[in-house]
């Protein structure tokens, strides 16, 4: 018997399940589609480009009616103004329309997300919450990435201790979540890479795969504000960011967890897997 042909109960035929993947372009949901289609569920795609918008109430019904789940990120913080209610109300609407598996991504010790976990708490779907760590793959994608190849990566991280962890690990996690039947409701899985780096260390691991003299240099997060408007941050989420930034940056999250080896049966994967990986593609040539 094949894996996607499981009957065992409380696990869902996965070539039975259509799954809404919401920031199916963004960093998670393009490989949570990947990760979903590659398991054999079929993927109904929701950003703006195929019609869906977080902003727009209007646009939800269509997108989910017909489902069998839904995996939810909102394209600002979790725990940003406003988020906690859009969240909230995307899945009272599914669950309304009959798709009561939700997973939502959430961050490893953000305070300000509680809310909005809360409100998919209260909504009353079939919950799974995703605390991640921060993203590896944030070095090779976006402003971040756009700094590394130009040779100097300023942040707000002082030389605190990070977990980072590969966006894929993430995926496995919420496709094994949405698939695991009842083994995964109501509970929060916190998802780490395997071992601590600073991003002084982070950087200096990308430059020996590079070969390029990288740089790494910390800033206060209050005056980090100046690079987020550089990025084109408008001036309220730059607020925010540095303020987040700020407490999520103190330490709080200087130790690894162990979700993706409960989950998938192995060890996450190491960040210099992901640097050799992404050196091999030029993605931080000059």
Not at 96 to 106: I, M, N
Not at 142 to 168: C, I, K, S, T, Y
Request: proline letters at 5%; charged letters at 25%; a neutral charge.
């Amino acid at each position: 018997m094949t894996p996607n042909a499981k009957t065992t109960r409380g696990v869902r035929r996965t070539q039975d399940m259509t799954v809404v993947v919401t920031g199916a372009s963004g960093r998670t949901g393009s490989r949570v589609a990947r990760a979903a289609r590659a398991a054999g569920l079929t993927v109904r795609a929701a950003s703006r480009s195929t019609g869906f918008d977080w902003t727009d109430r209007s646009t939800w019904p269509d997108v989910l009616r017909g489902a069998t789940a839904a995996y939810l990120v909102h394209p600002l913080d979790v725990g940003a103004p406003g988020t906690a209610e859009a969240v909230g109300d995307l899945a009272r609407t599914a669950v309304g329309l009959g798709v009561r598996r939700l997973v939502l991504l959430s961050a490893r010790g953000e305070d300000r997300a509680l809310p909005t976990e809360e409100a998919l708490h209260a909504s009353g779907a079939d919950w799974t919450v995703v605390r991640a760590a921060w993203f590896a793959q944030n070095f090779g994608e976006g402003p971040l990435a756009e700094e590394l190849r130009r040779g100097e990566l300023v942040f707000p991280a002082g030389e605190v201790g990070e977990p980072f962890v590969d966006v894929r690990d993430i995926a496995e996690v919420v496709v094994a979540a949405l698939t695991g039947g009842e083994r995964y409701v109501g509970r929060t899985l916190a998802v780490t890479g395997p071992r601590l780096l600073s991003w002084r260390e982070a950087v200096a691991e990308i430059a020996a795969a590079t070969g390029r003299p990288l740089v790494y240099r910390a800033v206060p997060a209050r005056d980090y504000g100046e690079a987020l408007a550089a990025f084109g941050v408008p001036p309220e989420e730059a607020a925010f960011l540095t303020e987040l930034f700020a407490e999520l940056l103190d330490g709080r999250n200087a130790h690894v967890e162990d979700g993706v080896r409960r989950v998938l049966g192995r060890e996450p994967r190491d960040f210099s897997a992901f640097v050799r990986e992404e050196a091999a593609a030029g993605t931080w040539r000059a």
